[in-house]
Nanobody, 120 residues
Framework: QVQLVESGGGLVQPGGSLRLSCAAS????????MGWYRQAPGKQRELVAA???????NYADSVKGRFTISRDNAKNMVYLQMNSLKPEDTAVYYC??????????????WGHGTQVTVSS
């Protein structure tokens, strides 16, 4: 079994910054992609940023230039540095991983989500 645990959400004023972290643990052979999605009230879940081994990062247009995704492969962790936050960034942020488990099968996993609220 694999678990993704997020941390770092909270309340921040417009223009502020937050850093989200996600740790993957369990029966992992290797990780292909790790990333972040978000879901605002009444909206569909959308990709924020993802980083794939050997390919590099991919960002939603709405966050380019403001958010930075990074990975620590040794620790099976992914981070999302969010700067210049806007009220429209308010959402539940979910960590995502596509990986090869210890039984050599490709599977996708989601974290439980962490709330990010941008408000004055």
């Amino acid at each position: 079994q694999v678990q993704l645990v997020e941390s770092g959400g909270g309340l921040v004023q417009p223009g502020g910054s937050l850093r989200l972290s996600c740790a993957a643990s369990g029966s992992i052979f290797s990780i292909n992609t790790m990333g972040w999605y978000r879901q605002a009230p009444g909206k569909q879940r959308e990709l924020v940023a993802a980083i794939t081994s050997g390919v590099g990062p991919n960002y939603a247009d709405s966050v380019k230039g403001r958010f930075t995704i990074s990975r620590d492969n040794a620790k099976n962790m992914v981070y999302l540095q969010m700067n210049s936050l806007k009220p429209e960034d308010t959402a539940v942020y979910y960590c995502y991983a596509n990986l090869i488990s210890s039984d050599y099968l490709s599977r996708s996993y989601w974290g439980h989500g962490t709330q990010v609220t941008v408000s004055s």
